[in-house]
Antibody
Framework: EEQLVESGGGFVRPGESLRLSCAAS????????MNWVRQAPGKGLEWVSY????????YYGDSVKGRFIISRDNAQNSLFLHLSSLRAADTAVYYC?????????????WGRGTLVTVSS | DIQMTQSPYSLSASVGDRVTITCRAS??????VAWYRQKAGQAPELLLF???RLESGVPSRFSGSGSGTDYTLTLGSLQPEDFASYYC?????????FGQGTKVDIK
């Protein structure tokens, strides 16, 4: 079964850092481009970051640019998101999501998410 | 960035009803739109991509249409598991952007 499982969320103070992980299984992780998408409590979906299979094309949303870093380890079938200089507005469930194998950036497999809470 | 304006924000319907949700993009996105269903407390799941292509395993009561800037998701006959939130997403250009969501609840 194809699966994505996020971990690493938790409660942090403003200005602190956190590292999220996403473990992939059941498919050839190194063949797929990956994304992080977040959802603030009671709100809609916000795309956060993209990384291609070779890690040589990386993009970020404006709200996290310069503070978050996406990376991956294909040997470990894992995707990461390093969050720094965290703000209350970063409080959200963070999902890792696989880009579909066809043309275009639709997201065909999602993890269950990990909650990040930023509060003083 | 491309803005996706989704409507309605919420709607009430009954099992068996036909429901339509629309998304308008701020520019031509050439059918690069996907639709997702998100049940309460769960992750989103892909329903359609390319405006009208049904994802594998998704029931045929879901359909999509549209071109240019205007796109529609239709649920042909609402089932109990369809009471959820729905989102459109454009992937024509980065940053990917989502509509605000439509919550479908029981009348």
């Amino acid at each position: 079964e194809e699966q994505l499982v996020e971990s690493g969320g938790g409660f942090v103070r403003p200005g602190e850092s956190l590292r999220l992980s996403c473990a992939a299984s059941g498919f050839s992780f190194d063949s797929y481009n990956m994304n992080w998408v977040r959802q603030a409590p009671g709100k809609g979906l916000e795309w956060v970051s993209y990384i291609n299979s070779a890690s040589n094309r990386i993009y970020y949303g404006d709200s996290v640019k310069g503070r978050f870093i996406i990376s991956r380890d294909n040997a470990q079938n894992s995707l990461f998101l390093h969050l720094s200089s965290l703000r209350a507005a970063d409080t959200a469930v963070y999902y890792c999501a696989r880009k579909g194998s066809g043309f275009g950036g639709y997201l065909d497999l999602w993890g269950r998410g990990t909650l990040v809470t930023v509060s003083s | 960035d491309i803005q996706m304006t989704q409507s309605p924000y919420s709607l009430s319907a009954s099992v068996g009803d036909r429901v339509t949700i629309t998304c308008r993009a701020s520019q031509d996105i050439k059918k690069s739109v996907a639709w997702y269903r998100q049940k309460a407390g769960q992750a989103p799941e892909l329903l359609l991509f390319g405006a009208s292509r049904l994802e594998s395993g998704v029931p045929s009561r879901f359909s999509g249409s549209g071109s240019g800037t205007d796109y529609t998701l239709t649920l042909g006959s609402l089932q109990p598991e369809d009471f959820a939130s729905y989102y459109c997403q454009q992937y024509y250009s980065l940053p990917y952007t989502f509509g605000q969501g439509t919550k479908v609840d029981i009348k």
